[in-house]
């Protein structure tokens, strides 16, 4: 019999291990291959921009609309991982069927990425919704920042056996779409341990006769919206959450473009650029877990931002290829930094027995920022492009004018993200998540 700390580190582990996946996905599909592949080969030019980033927006806002009402369903019914497969499942098999688009298959290239991504951003609600049930508040921005040093190298690994068959078959788009099949079963391997290995601590409660779940899902979404006087630091965080978050989506959805247009990189050096990201976002995540534990985690999470805000002026700038590498390099421990403090946050935040609630909410801000940034990097960048062009201005020249406009409006949503952050209390939100009682 395994004592209580080898179950908690067992289970632990079992959680880092789905990041290590969901993160393969991310920095495969999101970062490095099939945002460049899409772009270049699929659609190609300015159009190929504009597109993805319509492609990424109606995602986020599918994923923003579903996730409360399923977070509400999960918490009350106490089936987090019941829907964390559901939409795991989802992500893994249209991931898989991005191997059929091809050249100038526009119509299911977006859509099945769509599709993939709802996935894989719903399961992220449940995935952490369940950080609160295998933590303590004294350990819980450890676990956090720890889940995403383990996912960062499941980045990390992912790719490195994807970029040995597009280095041998250089010139075929069948490698890149073979990535994505390796990608779907590289990430469903990985999530086995949590769903053998994890179990619920919340108790599932008796559904109220003659109502429905989502009758029910409804009525405590509205019981917590009229007791938002009571979370009025929360909802400060989540407004600061949503307009930081424009920022860092911005910048990790278009960066493997951002590369390609700006300094010609090749699918190879993208990939082994987002391997250097994946690296140093493992040492971001655990230095911002210790860091927050020690100093507080808006502190923590405030440097990771002013980081990040140096490095994308630093972008704007750059001129060289080598810069660009040094670049990514540092915005992946501030983003990561970000990331991982901003869901420890959410989790502390969380009054006991709704923690995938309250993430449902954060997701809500999340998809609706991840929504707004990327279609307002690429409506501004592509748009910026195409009437440069219409005047007469070199297609190449003008796509790189129109990437540093984009570069622009991502440093402006961090800066006023950080201001609202600003004024939040982080002692008054943990205080506000201990006292509440819910009254229906």
């Known amino acids: 019999m395994r004592s209580e700390a080898q179950q908690r580190k067992l289970q632990h582990w079992a959680w880092y291990l789905y990041d290590f996946g969901n993160s393969a996905y991310a920095a495969v599909v999101v970062l490095a291959v099939y945002s460049a592949y899409f772009k270049g080969s699929v659609v190609g030019g ?15 806002l599918v994923s923003a609309a579903i996730s409360p009402v399923l977070g509400t369903i999960a918490d009350f019914s106490a089936s987090k991982k019941k829907f964390l497969l559901i939409s795991s499942a989802t992500s893994w098999v249209f991931t898989a ?3 059929f688009v091809t050249r100038g298959e526009v119509f299911i290239g977006m859509l099945f990425y769509i599709l993939a991504e709802i996935g894989y951003r719903a399961g992220q609600v449940f995935y952490n919704g369940i950080l609160p049930e295998i933590s303590t508040p004294e350990d819980i921005g450890r676990v956090s920042g720890n889940g995403w040093a383990v996912g960062s190298l499941g980045g990390i690994v992912c790719l490195l056996l994807v970029l040995p068959i597009i280095m041998i078959f250089e010139g075929s788009d069948v490698p890149v779409r073979l990535a994505m099949v390796i990608t779907a079963v590289f990430f469903a391997l990985s999530s086995i341990p949590l769903f053998v290995c994890v179990k619920e601590r919340a108790v599932a409660q008796r559904l109220p006769r003659a109502s429905a779940y989502l009758t029910l899902s409804f009525r405590r979404l509205m019981r917590t919206i009229r007791s938002i006087r009571h979370f009025k630091e929360f909802v400060k965080f989540m407004v600061a959450f949503l307009i930081y978050n424009d920022g860092i989506m911005m910048a990790m959805d278009f960066a493997a473009i951002i590369g390609a247009v700006m300094y010609g990189m090749n699918q190879q050096q993208l990939i082994i650029m987002m391997i250097i990201v994946q690296v ?14 020690r100093a507080g985690f808006k502190k923590a999470l405030m440097g990771s931002l002013v980081l990040m805000l ?26 990561t930094g970000v990331q991982a403090v901003s869901r420890t946050m959410t989790g502390l935040f969380a ?28 409506l501004l960048a592509g748009g910026v492009a195409l009437m440069l062009q219409r005047r007469g201005t ?11 406009a984009g570069i622009v409006s991502i440093a402006v949503f961090l800066v006023i993200g950080m201001i ?10 943990r205080q506000a998540a201990a006292e509440y009682r819910p009254v229906d």
């Open 351 to 378: 009054p006991a027995g709704q923690s995938a609630e309250f993430y449902a909410i954060e997701s809500v801000a999340g998809r609706t920022s991840s929504f707004i940034g990327p279609t307002v990097y690429g």
């Open 420 to 429: 609202v952050l600003s004024t939040v209390n982080e002692k008054r939100a």
């Open 97 to 99: 069927l991005l191997f």
């Open 280 to 293: 140093t976002s493992i040492f971001g995540a655990w230095v911002s877990g210790i860091y927050g534990q």
């Open 46 to 60: 300015a159009e190929g921009t504009r597109l993805w980033g319509i492609s990424v927006g109606i995602a986020m």
């Open 394 to 404: 070199d297609a190449l020249l003008a796509e790189q004018i129109g990437q540093r």
């Open 310 to 335: 140096i490095v994308i002026l630093w972008m704007l700038f750059n001129r060289t290829l080598l810069g660009y590498f040094v670049i990514t390099a540092v915005a992946g421990f501030a983003l």
